[in-house]
């Protein structure tokens, strides 16, 4: 059995096996594969592309989703084990995991961190507690990395720039850019946007005011050894107009600083600094004719200029229809490849 919970557990060829398998279904849209099957979808966070993409595509290939939110349609659930369960939660996830394997062939799951400590959210541990107590294979639908989000992002990209396997992506520049948010955000697609990048070998930089915000250390040991796996490299810079020079791709993101996780008005004065980081006509014109993205939901013309999203060279639309493709695919091999 076969869980997809990160990336960084799946080789760059297991990965790629999924986007060509993206890549019939998506010619292929209605494919009876999982007549029979479902999946249950558990969602403690709001949702708009993953809920619709994966509800959407088993039907597609004739199964059926089942979504429940826990605390509102479903119990609240306990996820530490040992715990005296005085609290909030009726349900312990040891029974919810096992009860949902005996309905279902797979178990998806969207929890967000808390933003209290990040030392405890760090350690994903929702996720990795249905894992624990599953008996089907588990689907990570965002929590602190956010890996369905990479397969389309991947597939968008070998689409755009005319590529069919990680060779093609050698020696392209990847810039991964902080912008500014009013709020502080999850690092989620910033950690997976590094993972996948560094995963298929190109030459990443990540663009960010100053280093508070680095990413968990975690991510950095993470893109050192995909870069020794699959070659690439990987830098920091905080110089915006060296770091879009040359570019291929532009991928922009914001997400609060980990040293005042949880503690976010402390953060805004510093946040409230770096407006000028948006991605911008000027900027994009510094690179090789990029291709720019954002994993959506976005704030026009506070990330990304109406100008720059709106261009010809946007791929957030494909990028966001990919996600019914590639998570069809994963479907589809956690059941009968993996099982």
Not at 46 to 74: C, D, N, W, Y
């Amino acid at each position: 059995m076969r869980h997809f919970i990160t990336t960084q557990d799946w080789t760059q060829a297991e990965l790629q096996g999924l986007l060509d398998d993206a890549r019939w279904l998506k010619r292929s849209r209605f494919e009876p594969q999982l007549a029979g099957r479902s999946i249950a979808l558990l969602f403690f966070n709001p949702s708009l592309r993953t809920r619709s993409s994966f509800e959407l595509g088993i039907k597609q290939m004739g199964g059926h989703a089942l979504v429940l939110e826990p605390g509102k349609g479903a119990w609240p659930i306990e996820f530490e084990d040992q715990v005296v369960m005085d609290q909030d939660a009726e349900e312990h996830i040891a029974e919810v995991a096992r009860v949902l394997s005996r309905y279902c062939d797979l178990i998806a799951v969207r929890a967000f961190p808390k933003f209290k400590d990040w030392s405890v959210d760090r350690q994903d541990k929702v996720i990795k507690q249905v894992a624990k107590y599953a008996e089907v294979p588990v689907i990570n639908l965002e929590t602190i990395t956010h890996p369905c989000q990479e397969l389309a992002h991947m597939l968008a990209l070998q689409e755009r720039l005319g590529v069919d396997s990680p060779e093609g992506l050698k020696g392209k520049k990847y810039l991964l850019t902080w912008t500014y948010h009013p709020k502080g955000l999850n690092t989620a697609v910033a950690n997976s946007s590094l993972q996948i990048a560094t995963k298929f070998g190109m030459d990443v930089t990540l663009l960010c005011p100053e280093p508070i915000y680095h990413l968990d250390e975690q991510y950095f040991a993470a893109a050192a050894d995909n870069i020794a796996n699959n070659g690439g490299s990987f830098n920091v810079s905080y110089d915006i107009d060296s770091a879009y020079a040359g570019a291929d791709v532009v991928y922009c993101k914001s997400w609060g600083a980990i040293p005042y996780f949880g503690n976010w008005d402390a953060e805004k004065p510093i946040r409230e600094q770096y407006k000028h980081f948006i991605v911008d006509e000027r900027k994009m014109a510094l690179t090789n004719g990029a291709v720019f993205s954002h994993c959506l939901p976005v704030r026009r013309n506070v990330k990304v200029t109406d100008g720059v999203i709106d261009s010809p060279n946007s791929m957030v639309i494909d990028e966001a229809e990919n996600r019914l493709h590639v998570q069809k695919a994963l479907m589809h091999q956690l059941l009968w490849k993996y099982r």
